[in-house]
T-cell receptor, first 112, second 115 residues
Framework: DAKTTQPTSMDCAEGRAANLPCNHS???????VYWYRQIHSQGPQYIIH???NNETNEMASLIITEDRKSSTLILPHATLRDTAVYYC?????????????FGTGTRLLVSP | NAGVMQNPRHLVRRRGQEARLRCSPM?????VYWYRQLPEEGLKFMVY????????ESGMPKERFSAEFPKEGPSILRIQQVVRGDSAAYFC?????????????FGQGTRLTVV
């Protein structure tokens, strides 16, 4: 699976949009981009995933560049409860969810 | 995700005892994955199972660790003769398939403490 690079930490004011970038310059054509987050020591929570088109759900939006070498997770109106470690992961479509590489992720701190 | 149930949430074992961790996947999911998270580290894959079959155990230590996912009942991760280094959070995830459109959902984990 392709390696991803994320900033170590980011800050965001409550109510503002949080834009979390992820670089995956070696991504292959059959690899999806997945985002998970881990709040404190809870289990990772699935957020969103996509292949090449932008995606939106009730939690977030995922913007994938045309060349697919990078993506941005957008939390449109961050709340204090969005404080967590966010993981950007790439996964080949023809494999299961074994060997997901969580890396160090981005620690997002949402402040009042 | 509340759909994947793990128990117990916390488990304390003395060195040399056995630890049994249980995972009930989301309804309709037949693929189960176990991950381990050591303190201050990221999650590391251990084993991937489908009903009655181990698909990939490349992340599991060769000794003392075993996993099963029987036809009926939860998936079990068993650690025999636990040592202090086994202290970690163990997370289970499940998915309905392995295709690109599927998602994997994680349980809340079992925190194992070896004393």
């Amino acid at each position: 699976d392709a390696k991803t690079t994320q900033p170590t930490s980011m800050d965001c004011a409550e109510g503002r949009a949080a834009n979390l970038p992820c670089n995956h310059s070696t991504i292959s054509g059959n690899e999806y981009v997945y985002w998970y987050r881990q709040i404190h020591s809870q289990g990772p929570q699935y957020i969103i995933h996509g292949l090449k088109n932008n995606e939106t759900n009730e939690m977030a939006s995922l913007i994938i560049t045309e060349d697919r070498k990078s993506s941005t997770l957008i939390l449109p109106h961050a709340t204090l409860r969005d404080t967590a470690v966010y993981y950007c992961i790439v996964r080949a479509s023809n494999t299961g969810f074994q060997k997901l590489v969580f890396g160090t992720g981005t620690r997002l701190l949402v402040s009042p | 995700n509340a759909g994947v149930m793990q128990n117990p949430r916390h488990l304390v074992r003395r060195r040399g005892q056995e630890a049994r961790l249980r995972c009930s996947p989301m309804k309709g999911h037949s693929h189960v994955y176990w991950y381990r998270q050591l303190p201050e580290e990221g999650l590391k894959f251990m084993v991937y199972l489908q009903k009655e079959n181990i698909i990939d155990e490349s992340g599991m230590p060769k000794e003392r660790f075993s996993a099963e996912f029987p036809k009926e009942g939860p998936s079990i991760l068993r650690i025999q003769q636990v040592v202090r280094g086994d202290s970690a959070a163990y997370f289970c995830a499940s998915s309905s398939g392995q295709g690109g459109i599927s998602e994997a959902f994680f349980g809340q984990g079992t925190r194992l403490t070896v004393v």
